[in-house]
């Protein structure tokens, strides 16, 4: 059997590795995608392995939302065995990078666990609401946690304005090196002879009498395959569209986020900083950012920002860079003021136009589809490449996971009241957090009011009568990139 992945980022790469260790002989997987890799969200992220700091008020109120939970939830559980696994195969095939030679998996280096979250006084009280939400999950789950005093975390010096007043270490949420971790497993799969590379794009996807026959890649040459994956994050619904293919999908679009690399010798992280979840993005957070056993634990990685477009962003935008670097001296650490900017990442986030991930198999017969993971599919590769693979190659899969099937209709988990006051908390957190400063005279309620009319003119013009529109997506239907 012959697999095309099309798609060179921690979802593609994921998978084909699990595809080649049960590969028979005469099996093939060639993997589709440039060296190197423009826009892809894994260069960018951070990447923490957030499960319960990713939970907000609201997570658990529908089943679709917990469904989604409980796949973090199991994904934080597999990474230290996905980790190994990985580092076992590297090792076995002699290819092992210089990088990764004094990891231990879960003790080491690149991927570590433990993280602070804070509660502050930054943006407002979405912030409140999220953290309590997050403690009440840890006491549910029974996770490991312990509340702390804010001054107790190492290399936390906020300015005093915006200190914690509360904070909760979370041990089992940890984060990787986003970047070394994709080479790592690039140059483990270079191990497996039946695994090849094409540094190339995929222009079309050639369907053929409800199969895929081929792809044609933009230099024009073709790739014929048995079995077809489309992992290609952000650009998964432009190529559908260019293929003309049979089948449609919720629409992606491109989740522009950026992150900033910091050099910060004389504080160094050794674990991760981050804020709850605040209105349209997930917050402030600093993480350690792991390069090799030659160079000191000097690094961090600060992120991040958000916004959803249907267009081509090229460059960070300074108010994102702005903001980004302001937050981390304000509400981290003043004494980012002389660490030295390493590397600013820009990466497309695949955003759906339900904001839930699209993943599983398609009518096409052959053809499979991964997407839509918006900001944590990195941590739930280890879970969605196992689930991929067992669907190629020919396997049954949890049916709980069918609502997030490909070619299913858009996912309304709001009722219209719930998704106006829902997206008047998230606009009110995100002017707070940009430093709006409110008169003393009603104003922040006269600017609440004026939002929730404004969202009730929108949900009437879109005909958001029984559902309401995910605070996320305000844009895109304002702008009629999403159709109801
Ligand atoms: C700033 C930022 C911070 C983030 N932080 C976190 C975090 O802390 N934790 C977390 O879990 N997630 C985080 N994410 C989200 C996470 O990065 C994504 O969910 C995940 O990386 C998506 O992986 P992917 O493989 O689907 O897409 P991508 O990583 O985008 O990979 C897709 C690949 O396909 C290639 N490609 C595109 N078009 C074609 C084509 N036509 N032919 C062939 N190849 C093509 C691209 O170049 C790219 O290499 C963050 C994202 C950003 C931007």
């Known amino acids: 059997m012959k697999t095309i992945i099309i798609g060179n980022g921690i979802i593609g790469l994921t998978t084909a590795l699990r595809l080649a260790l049960k590969a028979k002989t005469g099996d093939k997987i060639v993997i589709v995608g440039k060296k190197t890799r423009p826009y892809s969200a894994t260069n960018a992220a951070a990447a923490m392995l957030n499960s319960f700091c990713e939970i907000e008020a609201d997570t658990f109120k529908n089943e679709i939302d917990s469904i989604r939970f409980g796949m973090s939830y199991q994904a934080t559980k ?6 190994l696994e990985h580092l076992e195969v590297a090792m076995g095939h002699n290819c092992l990078l210089a990088e990764c ?4 998996g879960p003790k080491g280096a690149c991927y570590e666990l433990g993280t602070y979250l804070i509660n502050n006084c930054s943006a407002d009280s979405l912030d409140d609401a999220n953290y309590n939400a997050v403690l009440k999950a840890l006491k549910d789950f029974y996770e490991p946690y312990e509340e702390i005093d804010p001054v107790d975390i190492p290399n936390y010096m906020p300015q005093a304005r915006h200190r914690a007043s509360k904070a909760v270490y979370i041990h089992n949420e940890g984060w990787l090196n986003p970047k070394l971790t994709l080479l790592s497993i690039e140059a483990s799969l270079l191990g497996f002879s039946c695994v090849s590379f094409v540094d190339e794009e995929v222009e079309t996807i050639n369907e053929s009498g409800r199969s895929i026959a081929s792809v044609t890649l933009k230099n024009k040459s073709i790739i014929e ?17 260019n293929s003309n293919l049979s089948i449609s999908i919720p629409k992606i679009f491109n989740g522009v986020g950026v992150s900033i690399q910091i050099k910060s010798p004389e504080y160094p992280h050794s674990k991760a900083i981050r804020t709850p979840n605040r209105g349209l993005a997930c917050g402030l957070y600093t993480v350690p950012f792991y390069s090799s056993p030659d160079v000191p634990l000097n690094e961090l990685i600060i992120g991040s920002s958000s916004f959803v477009t249907p267009f081509t962003i090229e460059g960070a935008r300074v108010g994102s860079v702005q903001s980004l670097l302001q937050g981390a001296m304000e509400q981290i650490n003043t004494n980012f003021y002389k660490a030295e900017i390493s590397c600013i990442n820009l990466g497309y986030r695949p955003v759906s136009a339900d904001t839930y991930p699209v993943f599983g198999k398609t009518s096409i017969n052959n053809l499979f589809i991964c997407t839509g993971t918006k900001r944590d599919g990195f941590h739930l590769s280890p879970l969605l490449s196992d689930l991929m693979c067992k669907l190629i190659l020919g396997d049954e899969i949890d049916p709980q996971y069918n609502v997030f099937a490909p070619e299913r209709s858009l996912i309304k988990t709001y009722t219209r009241e719930e998704a106006i006051e829902a997206s008047v908390k998230h606009l009110m957190s995100a002017s707070y957090q940009h430093g709006f400063v409110p008169s003393h005279d009603k104003l922040h309620e006269k600017i609440k009011q004026m939002h929730r009319d404004e969202l009730e003119t929108l949900h009437d013009k879109v005909g958001a009568f029984e559902w309401g529109i995910s605070p996320e997506l305000l844009e895109l239907y304002r702008y009629g990139h999403i159709s109801s």
């Open 225 to 241: 395959g048995d079995k077809f994956l489309l992992a290609t994050g952000a650009s998964a619904s432009k190529i559908i569209d």
């Open 78 to 83: 597999m990474w230290p065995g996905f980790v």
């Open 101 to 104: 030679r004094t990891c231990m």
